[in-house]
T-cell receptor
Framework: DGGITQSPKYLFRKEGQNVTLSCEQN?????MYWYRQDPGQGLRLIYY???????QKGDIAEGYSVSREKKESFPLTVTSAQKNPTAFYLC??????????FGEGSWLTVV | AQSVTQLDSHVSVSEGTPVLLRCNYS??????LFWYVQHPNKGLQLLLK??????LVKGINGFEAEFKKSETSFHLTKPSAHMSDAAEYFC?????????FGAGTRLFVKA
């Protein structure tokens, strides 16, 4: 079945550590997105990528980095520069103007 | 430019009564419009989508939405609320590779 796979589902980060969240899709979608969701709030766009080897900053890109070396993969790194990383992270993909598919999400907690 | 506004941050209904979640949008394109639902600690699930076919769109779990171009609205309705409908609902507008999320509406269902 086609879909988006995020891993890990739960991740704990120590202060000063970088961590990477994986996002893989087998839908052959060109566009992929990373969103952050804080309790009781909507989704905020971190980064998005329309094609391989290209990506753009979203609304809250500071402290995050991404890569798009393959069409099916769009990993997100939460760097030590992100001062408040505890949140729920959602990866999504879409063909232009079509249904957005989401992963199950990853919970990141700073310990 | 695209934008989406969910007019209510919280809606509370009694079980068995109608549900109305309001969404207004603006778009320079002919947009695709979606409603997604998110249950606590879960990813997002597609309820329904409008992509320039019939203006009344039927989705899963008895939900439907009507696209009204003159009012730039895409309100979500359900004739009779069920306890399991309690969740966060997001209205989404998409055109090209730009996808915009509303801030979300939390639906509470009282027994």
């Amino acid at each position: 079945d086609g879909g988006i796979t995020q891993s890990p589902k739960y991740l704990f980060r120590k202060e000063g550590q970088n961590v990477t969240l994986s996002c893989e899709q087998n839908l052959n979608h060109d566009a992929m997105y990373w969103y952050r969701q804080d309790p009781g709030q909507g989704l905020r766009l971190i980064y998005y990528s329309q094609i391989v080897n290209d990506f753009q900053k979203g609304d809250i890109a500071e402290g995050y980095s991404v890569s798009r070396e393959k069409k099916e993969s769009f990993p997100l790194t939460v760097t030590s520069a992100q001062k408040n990383p505890t949140a729920f992270y959602l990866c999504a993909s879409t063909a232009s103007g079509n249904t957005i598919y989401f992963g199950e999400g990853s919970w990141l907690t700073v310990v | 430019a695209q934008s989406v506004t969910q007019l209510d941050s919280h809606v509370s209904v009694s079980e068995g009564t109608p549900v109305l979640l309001r969404c207004n949008y603006s778009s320079s394109y002919s947009p695709s419009l979606f409603w997604y639902v998110q249950h606590p600690n879960k990813g997002l699930q597609l309820l329904l989508k409008y992509t320039s076919a019939a203006t009344l769109v039927k989705g899963i779990n008895g939900f439907e939405a009507e696209f009204k171009k003159s009012e730039t609205s895409f309100h979500l309705t359900k004739p009779s609320a069920h306890m399991s409908d309690a969740a966060e609902y997001f209205c989404v507008v998409s055109g090209g590779f730009k996808t915009i999320f509303g801030a979300g509406t939390r639906l509470f269902v009282k027994a």
